[in-house]
């Protein structure tokens, strides 16, 4: 019987693990996972809601918890806060679904230093944009600004939790929703058969079913400026881009109504 020499370079070589390249979600993976990082920040939100409505008083019953659900839903605070919980949570489900993509989390979601040029070409851009949806409001006798606005931010400045209805709008929506949409729809979307143009529509899509507490017309806006940012993610292959356009933009939003409202 033969028998392997232990000298033998092939006896002593160790046994090389094969190593899986790492890969992209594609357009289903994409979609189910999306559901998940969904399902994750409606989580985030309803939790703060949740411990709100359960520090009222008295015994609740159904009826009392949908009242109490709509009064503590609709305060400037705890729709701040529910911002805020949804990043935690919206990061976590992230992280799991990159993480088997064995690829790193800045890459996937194309996390990556912009120039000053495209910076500059997308506030230009995105203030032709918004400013072009203004006039056209103007002309048709509408409200520059959506009313839903104008509610939250008075019942943030009589809670005085104006400055965290800032925050939560202006800085961590524009992380949470960016990550989500421009990060990791667009990527997995624009590596399927649907291409960088059609993962910028379908992702804009999603990103505006986000905001359906507008109406129509303002959702259309939302979706314009979608469509604006989805277009310079591609152009520009970085989500801080967008996180930074879309930040100014909710910014320039608060102080518009801010001043629109009679608010200081």
């Not at 989580?43 to 709509?70: C, E, H, K, S, Y």
């Not at 609709?74 to 949570?89: K, M």
Request: proline share 4%.
């Amino acid at each position: 019987m033969d028998t392997i020499d232990p000298a033998s370079p092939i006896a002593l070589a160790p046994a090389i693990p094969v190593q899986r390249p790492p890969r992209v979600w594609k357009f289903w993976g994409t979609a189910l996972w999306g559901f998940f990082i969904f399902a994750a920040m409606f989580v985030g939100q309803i939790a703060v809601v949740a411990w709100f409505v359960l520090r009222q008083d008295g015994p609740i019953d159904l009826d009392a918890l949908v009242a109490a659900i709509r009064v503590v839903a609709g305060h400037g605070l705890t729709i701040s806060l529910s911002v805020i919980t949804e990043l935690p949570a919206v990061l976590a489900a992230l992280w799991i679904a990159i993480r088997m993509t064995r690829m790193r989390f800045s890459d996937y979601l194309g996390l990556r230093l912009t120039s000053w040029k495209s910076l500059l070409i997308g506030v230009v851009a995105l203030f032709v944009l918004v400013m072009a949806w203004d006039a056209l409001s103007r002309a048709t006798g509408r409200e520059v600004e959506p009313g839903f606005m104008g509610d939250v931010l008075k019942s943030a400045r009589a809670e005085g939790a104006l400055w965290i209805l800032v925050i939560a709008f202006c800085v961590v929506a524009p992380i949470t929703e960016e990550l989500f949409a421009r990060g990791f729809l667009y990527r997995g979307w624009s590596e399927s058969f649907l291409g960088p143009a059609g993962a910028i529509i379908l992702s804009s899509m999603v990103w505006t079913a986000l905001h359906l507490q507008y109406d129509w017309y303002f959702l259309g806006e939302v979706f314009s400026i979608g469509l604006l940012l989805g277009y310079l993610r591609y152009r520009s292959n970085s989500t801080w881009l967008t996180i930074i356009l879309h930040g100014l933009n909710n910014l320039a939003a608060v102080m518009q109504t801010i001043l629109l409202t009679g608010q200081s």
